[in-house]
């Protein structure tokens, strides 16, 4: 295992998946050191968010996480690592409100609020998520969500690509199926209040 391989992989990732993907190739015995990975991506039971105006071809079910690199997605899927997924099945109910971003302003005076406040108001006119900050506020309180166990592929060629597709039969992950909303703002303001 060449260490300074890993680290310059880490370090210039592309996203999340692929780093992943990476170092448990240049590294096998990393796999079994790895606990979980909880992830922002697919779109299991929904449309996905790669629209077919952008990306010719394509069929509408993929998700962004997914279609930037399907093949590190399958190659954690390969994995005996246990996948909490953040889907859009989950995201697309808990949007960034106009209502938030009041609440937010109201915080102004902390740092953390300022500059989120300013980056959401940005994109109140389109419909915008808390995809990652969805996902990441489930390692603090997993109590917020309610998973459910899918058998899962991941699609890596074709009008499909980049879909994660519930398949009898697939592999098994959690999915993160419904969340307390208002418990996840109030969590949220609360740690951006500083």
Known sequence: MDKSKIKSKIQNPK?????????IDLAPDIESKIKQIVWMGGALNVSGNVERSLEAGGDGSAEWNVYW?????KRIWDTEIAIVLCSLDVTNN?????????????QR???????AGQCYALVIPQDYYFWDVLATAYLARPEFYQLREWETIIVTSGVSQGR??????????????????EGFYEYILHQWAR
């Open 164 to 181: 994660t597709k519930v398949v009898s039969g697939g592999r098994p992950i959690k999915a993160m199926e419904k969340v307390d909303k």
């Open 109 to 115: 005076r902390y740092p953390l609020s300022d500059l």
């Open 15 to 23: 996203s999340k998946i692929p780093t992943v993907a990476s170092a």
């Open 69 to 73: 690199d399907p093949i590190a997605a």
């Open 94 to 106: 808990v949007p960034v409100t106009s209502e938030f971003v009041r609440r937010i302003g109201k």
